[in-house]
């Protein structure tokens, strides 16, 4: 009787090693990555932040705006255009929008997933193992003039995004992802310029977005940042008028 195939799949060594040497290189990148945003000791010592700037969505289409955040979860975003306030809360669990004269509305889930990873402000590199996310090396890019490492970054949930950390400064220069809004999934992207430290870490005060493919752009430029400002959970909660 002729000897059975073995079960067993034997991977080259040059194999072994290659992704071997990817994942050092993503832990690299990644520990380089948390040094010169401030360090992990004094990113988790942040329990709240408030920045304040203005908003722009083109000519003539442009106010003040504030996004605070506070552990675990919650955001509250306020901005004003054309003298009309708008307000977008989470508590963590659920949230609510107030459009100008109009009662609060809870948000969409699609709206609250969003602002749900905008208020991780640690994001998906920090501890991502511990968080159950996936990173991957996928080599380098030219972003802005500026070489930088593109990482491949897969959720816990399946959502899938990319970051671009300069190949200097290791800040993040650039996100790419997917947002699902009005039923519709478009994709997303984000550059951040302006780095300043407040209180030892790094904040982008230059945000430019857009979505790939439509005209537009959405710019941030923050003036003030706050961190561990005097903490007030009412202000995530359903706003009142």
């Known amino acids: 009787m002729p000897p ?26 990644v520990a380089r990555n948390l040094a010169a945003r401030g360090g992990i000791e004094k990113l988790r010592a942040v329990h709240s932040q408030r920045l304040t700037g203005t908003i722009s969505f083109g000519p003539g289409n442009e106010g003040p705006f504030q996004v605070e955040m506070q552990r675990p979860g919650k955001m509250r975003e306020m901005l004003t255009l054309n003298g009309k306030i708008i307000i977008r809360t989470t508590n963590g669990k659920a949230g609510w929008i107030v459009n100008g004269d109009s009662d609060p509305a809870p948000l969409s889930s699609a709206i609250l997933k969003n602002m749900a990873g905008g208020a991780d402000f640690d994001g998906p590199l920090m501890d991502y193992r511990a968080k159950g996310n996936r990173i991957e090396l996928a080599g380098k890019e030219t972003v802005g003039g500026k070489n930088a490492y593109k990482l491949i970054v897969t959720m816990l949930d399946g959502e899938v995004r990319n970051d671009f950390i300069d190949c200097e400064s290791y800040l993040e220069i650039k996100w790419e992802g997917k947002l699902t809004s009005d039923g519709k999934e478009s994709s997303v992207e984000s550059f951040f ?10 904040y982008a005060f230059a945000i430019d977005s857009d979505t790939i493919g439509a005209p537009g752009k959405q710019e941030i430029r923050f003036q003030k940042v706050e961190v561990n400002p005097p903490e007030d959970r009412a202000r995530f909660e359903k706003p009142t008028r």
Do not use: E, H
């Open 193 to 202: 310029r302006d780095y300043r430290k407040v209180d030892g870490i790094a």
């Open 4 to 29: 059975r195939a073995s079960s067993l799949v034997f991977v080259p060594t040059v194999v072994l090693s290659a992704y071997a040497l990817s994942a050092q290189s993503v832990d690299v990148i």
